[in-house]
């Protein structure tokens, strides 16, 4: 599958680590046709690109379906959807789309025919915990485990690093003291904090490695360590 390209779709496009899912996707010759589906438009810079196809609507109760009715049906579905409790409102307006609408999107990939599914998650996440953010992304991922992708890639960063729309105080101070470390030497940053544009390559690159058959089939969970590994230091590499 080497040299053919690979047809690809995503949610979560405009948030800190999808907006660079998206922009790097676009800009790989490897991945085309890539549906990004979104509740707004996405930056005029990348619609011009021949290989975005983009699918908007706010109404995300739709968008399993406007998943399921791309063509070429993707082969990897990307998902870096997610939401705080401050922006949804409450713990269970976050849970209707970090849970129910992930997954409902992970159904329909899989009923699409996408043979891979990668997750963006969190460093921690376990449906055992008493965080409940934290509890919510551990049980999606072992939902999806559930599902049989023929490869499920579950990422979990630390804590992001990188410029949100949305301004969130406490982690613009954290972001702060990782740039600084960071700054100093990305050994004093890499095991706890992360660039959200290392975790999307890091996202990319495992991607294309099992579309490719180059990865056994099965679930690859990826740690801090392992997105620094994929995401900088062998994607500045090169092949």
Known sequence: MAD???????VGCTGLVGSHILSTLVSLPAFSPVHAIARRGLPADLTKSSALSPHISTDTDSWPGLLSSTKPTPSVFFSALGTTR???GSVAAQRKIDVDLNLAMAKAAKEAGASVYVIVSVNGASATSIVPYSRMKGELDDAVQKLDFKHTVIVKPGLLVGTRDNSRPAEATVQKIANVMGGVSNVLKDFWAQDADVVAKAAIAAARECAEGKRKEGVWVIEQAEVV???RTQWEAGP
Do not use: N, R
């Not at 053919?4 to 995503?10: D, E, R």
């Open 86 to 88: 401050g922006q949804a």
């Open 4 to 10: 053919k390209t690979i047809s690809a779709a995503l």
């Open 229 to 231: 590994k994929l995401g």
